[in-house]
C-alpha cells in the first residue's frame, strides 16, 4: 500500500469544483480546501505504479493548475521490497 499527500493549487474560484472532480477518482480523499485555490488529498493505492497512474490523471481535471507530492509512505509494496534487499 502507499499513501500519498498531495498539494493542488487551482485557477482561483476552480478548487471546489476539481475538489469534486478529484475524489471520484480511485483511492482519493479530500481533507482541505482553502481560499477556492489550494487543495489537500490524500493518494492510496495498492502499489508505486498504481499510485503514479493515478496521480497522472490529476492534471487532465480542470482547473489544476500545479500537482506537488507532499509526501509517501510505502507499506508492503512489492517494488519497495526488492530495493531493500538491494545491497
Given at each position: 500500500?502507499?499513501?500519498?499527500?498531495?498539494?493542488?493549487?487551482?485557477?482561483?474560484?476552480?478548487?471546489?469544483?476539481?475538489?469534486?472532480?478529484?475524489?471520484?477518482?480511485?483511492?482519493?480523499?479530500?481533507?482541505?480546501?482553502?481560499?477556492?485555490?489550494?487543495?489537500?488529498?490524500?493518494?492510496?493505492?495498492?502499489?508505486?505504479?498504481?499510485?503514479?497512474?493515478v496521480a497522472d490523471t490529476f492534471k487532465e481535471v480542470d482547473g489544476v493548475l500545479t500537482i506537488c507530492l507532499v509526501y509517501s509512505n510505502f507499506?508492503?509494496?512489492?517494488?519497495?521490497?526488492?530495493?531493500?534487499?538491494?545491497?
Amino acid at each position: 500500500m502507499v499513501i500519498s499527500g498531495i498539494y493542488i493549487e487551482t485557477i482561483p474560484g476552480q478548487a471546489l469544483a476539481a475538489a469534486n472532480e478529484l475524489v471520484k477518482k480511485e483511492g482519493v480523499e479530500v481533507h482541505h480546501i482553502e481560499d477556492d485555490l489550494k487543495i489537500i488529498l490524500t493518494l492510496e493505492a495498492e502499489s508505486v505504479d498504481r499510485s503514479y497512474k493515478v496521480a497522472d490523471t490529476f492534471k487532465e481535471v480542470d482547473g489544476v493548475l500545479t500537482i506537488c507530492l507532499v509526501y509517501s509512505n510505502f507499506e508492503d509494496d512489492p517494488l519497495c521490497k526488492e530495493a531493500d534487499g538491494w545491497q
